[in-house]
């Protein structure tokens, strides 16, 4: 038994609510357990500075950052570090697969992630925000980005972890991304060393719960939005 009571297998619990700020074109407050996020998108629009856009295609421009009362202990320093720079590229590489890019030409598409609340996991929860984001927005996509984090802590391999198990001594932590129709990864990142067994494992527990979050990305969606 975890800490929080949870199976290895389990997702903390999830709670999601959509166009949760007004002047946005689409936004969603994304919560797994003391994670939590705000994600905003806005566009397509011209792209500034000009010379960065595409012609034949549009640029995803993601914003990753963490308010400075969302950490424990002492408050973070507040704006952009390169962690949150590294994250922003991350969270844009693992959606950018999922729009149909092509449909906005000589645009841009602007998606700001806020953390309000860190305890681990708060890519993932960026991830899974700011595709719900660009749905609610009318994007063009070809599939949901669903996203969690697993691992191994004190011998076991568990389903998204929390910080205080990220902290333990034989930690391994994978964040992963995937379009779960195709079944395609979009993001895999890993911090620890794990065999090939190990790996193998962690991998296949992701796609289990990647699959129990589509299923609840899903329901939100349709009880919001029609023709998904
Ligand atoms: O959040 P995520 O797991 O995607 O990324 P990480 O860099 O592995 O950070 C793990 C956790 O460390 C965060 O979720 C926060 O709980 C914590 N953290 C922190 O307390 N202060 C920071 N400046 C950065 C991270």
Redesign the pocket.
């Known amino acids: 038994m975890r800490l929080d009571k949870r199976a290895d297998d389990q997702l903390r619990p999830i709670k999601i609510q959509l166009n949760v700020i007004k002047q946005a074109l689409g936004s969603c407050y994304f919560e797994m357990g003391k994670?939590r996020v705000i994600a905003a998108t806005y566009g397509p629009q011209e792209v500034h500075p000009k010379h960065i856009e595409e012609s034949d295609k549009c640029i995803l421009m993601c914003n990753y950052n963490?308010l400075p009362f969302s950490?424990?202990g002492n408050r973070?320093k507040p704006g952009y570090d390169r962690?949150s720079v590294e994250?922003s590229k991350v969270v844009r590489e693992a959606l950018e697969p999922a729009v149909f890019t092509e449909e906005y030409p000589r645009c841009a598409i602007n998606i700001d992630m806020q953390i309000i609340q860190?305890?681990?996991?708060?890519?993932?929860a960026a991830i899974n925000a700011t595709s719900l984001c660009l749905c609610c927005a009318g994007i063009a996509m070809r599939d949901i980005v669903v996203s969690v984090?697993v691992g191994r802590a004190n011998k076991k391999i568990l389903v998204d972890l929390t910080?205080q198990e990220?902290d333990a001594d034989d930690a391994i932590?994978m964040?992963i991304a995937i379009m779960p129709r195709e079944k395609k990864i979009t993001l895999l990142q890993m911090?620890g060393i794990a065999s090939i067994d190990e790996i193998k494992e962690i991998i296949n527990k992701s796609f289990i719960a990647c699959d129990e979050l589509s299923k609840i990305h899903r329901a939100v969606l349709n009880k919001n939005i029609s023709n998904i």
Not at 118 to 124: L, Y
Request: a negative charge; glycine letters at 4%; zero cysteines.
């Open positions: 994670t963490m950490v424990d973070k962690r994250i860190a305890d681990a996991g708060t890519r993932v984090a910080k990220e932590d964040p911090d």
